[in-house]
């Protein structure tokens, strides 16, 4: 299949390398900062995320940076030269990069203006991203116009969820998420809050509950709330070096809902993770629209 067009992300997707490997997706790789030392997100290849949560456990504060406009025009402009172009961008609620990125495209089109250039904001990041961008390619794959690629995005793009806690409060107030005086009694009394992918593109608290177990519980009742047709699809659990957890979150979803196709474990990468730190546990799949 040849297209006229090349379908393309970010990894702030956390879309597996091996994933884009054999889907041949070129990634716009995104960048953090660790002890003061720059690095890009790989989605995997290099196997640093392991090592990457030790480090935050010992006190490390890991931050994430935007790329510049030239950045992208670096990763745009070879493709315009040969071909049209569909960009899959993560939530523009959750970061001002794609300001860049449109930046990048209105110069390109003065210079290329026979090409198209289309920019689709899935208004998600990370897991639920990745689900969407794993169905849209699959349209790409039957040949299917930018045009329709597009329109499935957008008719699709509030049917992706992620519902997710997090193994200590402090990583959210260090984002602003919470107070710094809310995450200190919150880690006292092990309250956890349940937070969802919510209708505006931002991760939004839903409730809190006391305890891990209870957390676990909570994610799985609003998996089965929300999802569809789990006899088609792979439910993706993303997990911050909480395997033991993440397997039993895996093992609570078969049991709670029989019919998941297929249920896919993946370690959360550093540029997501360096926000909701180690031990965040997240369910991710397609269902009805969001309400929240």
């Not at 794609?98 to 003065?110: F, H, S, V, W």
Request: hydrophobic share 35%.
């Amino acid at each position: 299949m040849d297209q006229t067009y090349v379908f393309m992300t970010d990894s702030d997707s956390d879309l597996l390398y091996s994933i884009a490997d054999e889907k041949h997706i070129p990634v716009v790789r995104m960048p953090y900062t660790l002890d003061g030392k720059e690095y890009l997100d790989d989605n995997g290849r290099g196997g640093v995320e392991k090592d990457f949560f030790r480090r935050m456990r010992e006190g490390a504060c890991p931050n994430t940076s935007l790329l510049p406009t030239e950045t992208y025009l670096e990763y745009f402009e070879p493709i315009l030269k040969e071909k049209d172009l569909l960009f899959v961008a993560f939530s523009s609620q959750m970061s001002s990069t794609i300001n860049n990125i449109y930046e990048a495209r209105e110069q390109l089109l003065k210079k290329y203006p026979e090409r198209k250039f289309t920019v689709v904001d899935t208004l998600s990041i990370s897991g639920p991203m990745t689900l969407l961008l794993l169905g849209a390619h699959a349209l790409y794959e039957q040949g299917k116009p930018m045009d329709e690629v597009e329109k499935w995005l957008l008719d699709n793009r509030m049917r992706c969820h992620a519902w997710l806690t997090v193994g200590d409060l402090k990583y959210l107030a260090r984002g602003g998420r919470i107070s710094s005086t809310s995450a200190l009694f919150g880690s006292v009394l092990d309250i956890k809050p349940i937070i969802c992918m919510g209708k505006g593109g931002k991760l939004d608290p839903v409730e809190k509950v006391q305890g891990r177990k209870k957390a676990l519980r909570a994610i799985v009742d609003h998996t089965a709330e929300y999802i569809e047709h789990p006899e088609e699809q792979t439910v993706l659990i993303l997990q911050g070096d909480v395997k033991d957890d993440a397997d039993k979150l895996a093992e609570m979803l078969r049991q709670r809902i029989p019919q998941i196709k297929e249920i896919r474990i993946q370690i959360i990468g550093p540029v997501i993770g360096a926000h909701c730190g180690p031990g965040t546990l997240a369910c991710c799949f397609m269902g009805k629209e969001r309400k929240i």
